[in-house]
């Protein structure tokens, strides 16, 4: 269960944060126990955590491997309810003792460690057992072919581009066009243009089509496209810009020749340079990279393109062109390009366009989900087949035919871990389930996903940065409401199934009260 298996990563992190918590460590502490069994737990996780990658990838091929992390969930999320209510009892304890006078606060403390006696124990005997089963997991991975692994990159992109299967960015590329010809007003020589949005939204592809326009290859004596990916590596950028506008071989590999080389070329023409899929927010690397351009010639612009908004304001742009899902008849146009031989669409009334209009309604305008699916439907005649897609979830294809998984797992796999624990959190709900951001809110602060603020903030204005950090990596974006309101859509990474944020009169309440002792006696 591919959604289940990105809580689990999400919680791996919970879990440590939540072993150095204070309040766990005092109810060991208070009561005089070994702090351990905590040690051991946090050890026998270390080494579990590095398999995940690998288990999720294999389990689509290997029925074992799927039964492997159903376990592993089941086990890790008891290990969560332990430490749960480890912590709610140490904070019952804690408002017990400070609500008493200091004389009666020694008593109240002797009962407790007196009377939660067996309950410490049983906590202790739990805790051993869920430790017990991840060492017993950790031995089955030899069998199972389970190796450490990192998270999956990305293939390096290029400036070529088949236009004729591109479909309904015209408005865009004509938009950025503009903003590239138009005079410079600013002292600035160089103007940066960001193409922000969701993985698989098409921002490379229209990054492309900008670049090969005639036009623009006309305004632009120098042009040069970088794929940049997860690693922004200066030394390399600046090498492979300064080898692709002088279009040599370069051997040097100090960064200091690399960039007075750079600054030089810089100044014989306008530049157009694309840095296509940039994630670090960094402003030390932004700065040391752009040195050379100070010297472009005037009107010279810079092309970045990023799932996250926080890299466009970093490195300045402006404007910040936020990129929009393919309407529906777009959507279809690519997607009967695709499956059907040589483009050539069955009548509107046949079965495989009907089902095939729904499978494209399902891809919600996301143009790397619509090709991949195309694809796998191009050599498919059969309805049946075409209906199997349609009913089941893609994330259930062959890994070998699955190129949505590596891209959008991506976005999550470089989320800060409270981001990721707050976005995991929003699979409990079903689609299109109704709830405020406000009450979002709440319910990350109740479950323990919300730092403490500093100073006199309030944790609620905390939450709501963490929101707002999601909108701007492209896991919420907005939509317009019929009473012209806004709400916000959650896009979740390993499905094209969306949820839809809107107010309600709903209030919900997260409680521990009713698991508190309930957990021991199962």
């Given at each position: 269960?591919?959604?289940?298996e990105?809580?689990l990563?999400?919680?791996f992190?919970?879990?440590?944060?939540?072993?150095?918590?204070?309040?766990?460590?005092?109810?060991?502490?208070?009561?005089g126990l070994?702090?351990?069994?905590?040690?051991k737990?946090?050890?026998?996780?270390?080494?579990?955590?590095?398999l995940l990658?690998?288990a999720?990838?294999k389990q689509?091929?290997?029925?074992?491997?799927?039964?492997?992390?159903?376990?592993?969930?089941?086990?890790?999320y008891?290990?969560?309810d332990?430490?749960?209510?480890?912590?709610?009892?140490?904070?019952?304890?804690?408002?017990?003792?400070?609500?008493?006078?200091?004389?009666?606060?020694?008593?109240?403390?002797s009962?407790?460690?007196?009377?939660?006696?067996?309950?410490?124990?049983?906590?202790?005997?739990?805790?051993?057992?869920?430790?017990?089963?991840?060492?017993?997991?950790?031995?089955e991975?030899d069998v199972?072919?389970?190796?450490?692994?990192?998270?999956p990159?990305?293939m390096?992109?290029?400036?070529?581009?088949?236009?004729s299967?591109?479909?309904?960015?015209?408005?865009e590329?004509e938009?950025?066009?503009?903003?590239?010809?138009?005079?410079?007003?600013?002292?600035?020589?160089?103007?940066v243009?960001?193409?922000?949005?969701?993985?698989g939204?098409?921002?490379?592809?229209?990054?492309?089509l900008?670049?090969?326009?005639?036009?623009v290859k006309?305004?632009?004596?120098l042009?040069?496209?970088i794929?940049?990916?997860?690693?922004?590596?200066?030394?390399?950028?600046?090498?492979?810009?300064?080898?692709?506008i002088t279009?040599?071989?370069?051997?040097?590999?100090?960064?200091e020749?690399?960039?007075?080389k750079?600054?030089?070329?810089?100044?014989?023409?306008?530049?157009?340079?694309?840095?296509?899929?940039?994630?670090?927010?960094?402003?030390?690397?932004?700065?040391?990279l752009?040195?050379?351009f100070?010297?472009?010639?005037?009107?010279?612009?810079?092309?970045?393109?990023?799932r996250?908004?926080?890299?466009?304001?970093?490195?300045?742009?402006?404007?910040i062109f936020?990129?929009?899902?393919?309407?529906d008849e777009d959507?279809?146009?690519?997607?009967?390009q695709?499956?059907?031989e040589?483009g050539?669409?069955c009548?509107?009334?046949?079965?495989?366009v009907?089902?095939?209009?729904?499978?494209?309604?399902?891809?919600?305008?996301l143009?790397?989900?619509?090709k991949?699916?195309?694809?796998?439907?191009?050599?498919?005649?059969?309805?049946?087949?075409?209906?199997?897609?349609?009913?089941?979830?893609?994330?259930?294809?062959?890994?070998?035919?699955?190129?949505?998984?590596?891209?959008?797992?991506?976005?999550?796999?470089?989320?800060?871990?409270?981001?990721?624990?707050?976005?995991?959190?929003?699979?409990?709900?079903?689609?299109?389930?109704?709830?405020?951001?406000?009450?979002?809110?709440?319910?990350?602060?109740?479950?323990g996903?919300?730092?403490?603020?500093?100073?006199?903030?309030?944790i609620?204005?905390?939450g709501d940065?963490?929101?707002?950090?999601?909108v701007?990596?492209?896991?919420f974006?907005?939509?317009?409401?019929?009473?012209?309101?806004?709400?916000?859509?959650?896009?979740?990474?390993y499905?094209?199934?969306?949820?839809?944020y809107?107010?309600t009169?709903?209030?919900?309440?997260?409680?521990?009260?009713?698991?508190?002792?309930?957990?021991?006696?199962?």
């Open positions: 269960m591919p959604i289940g990105l809580l990563g999400a919680f992190q919970f879990l440590f944060d939540r072993l150095a918590s204070p309040y766990v460590l005092n109810f060991f502490r208070q009561g070994d702090v351990s069994p905590l040690d737990l946090e050890s026998i996780l270390c080494l579990v955590e590095p990658n690998h999720e990838e689509f091929t290997d029925q074992s491997v799927k039964r492997w992390l159903d376990r592993l969930k089941d086990t890790v008891d290990a969560d332990l430490l749960d209510l480890i912590a709610t009892e140490e904070l019952r304890r804690s408002m017990e003792a400070r609500s008493e006078s200091k004389s009666s606060s020694r008593k109240v403390l009962l407790v460690s007196t009377s939660r006696n067996p309950f410490r124990k049983d906590v202790v005997s739990k805790l051993n057992e869920v430790t017990k089963k991840l060492e017993d997991m950790i031995k991975k199972l072919g389970l190796k450490e692994s990192v998270a990159g990305r390096p992109t290029t400036s070529l581009v088949e236009e299967e591109v479909y309904g960015r015209n408005q590329k938009q950025i066009i503009e903003l590239l010809l138009s005079p410079e007003t600013g002292s600035s020589k160089l103007g243009i960001a193409i922000v949005g969701m993985g939204l098409g921002k490379t592809t229209l990054a492309q900008v670049y090969n326009d005639v036009r006309e305004s632009f004596g042009r040069s496209w794929s940049v990916s997860d690693v922004f590596d200066v030394v390399r950028v600046t090498k492979a810009i300064l080898e692709a279009d040599q071989l370069c051997e040097m590999q100090d960064l020749r690399l960039q007075v750079l600054k030089e070329e810089l100044k014989k023409k306008r530049s157009l340079i694309v840095l296509d899929d940039v994630w670090s927010e960094s402003n030390e690397i932004w700065d040391l752009k040195k050379p100070n010297e472009s010639v005037h009107g010279s612009k810079l092309i970045v393109t990023t996250n908004e926080g890299v466009a304001s970093v490195m300045g742009a402006i404007p936020r990129l929009k899902e393919l309407s959507g279809w146009s690519l997607f009967s695709r499956a059907f040589n050539n669409c009548p509107d009334d046949s079965p495989l009907v089902v095939g209009r729904k499978i494209v309604r399902k891809c919600k305008g143009p790397f989900a619509i991949t699916l195309a694809g796998l439907l191009h050599s498919k005649a059969e309805i049946t087949q075409w209906e199997d897609i349609l009913n089941s979830s893609i994330w259930g294809l062959n890994k070998e035919r699955n190129d949505i998984v590596p891209a959008l797992r991506l976005s999550y796999h470089y989320l800060p871990s409270q981001l990721k624990r707050c976005f995991a959190y929003c699979a409990i709900f079903p689609k299109d389930y109704e709830i405020k951001k406000e009450n979002l809110v709440l319910l990350w602060m109740a479950e996903f919300v730092a403490q603020p500093e100073n006199d903030r309030r609620e204005d905390v940065e963490y929101f707002q950090e999601l701007s990596r492209s896991f974006h907005q939509v317009l409401n019929e009473d012209g309101s806004l709400s916000q859509v959650y896009e979740s990474t499905s094209i199934g969306q949820y839809r809107r107010p009169e709903t209030d919900l309440l997260i409680t521990n009260q009713n698991k508190l002792h309930s957990y021991l006696t199962n």
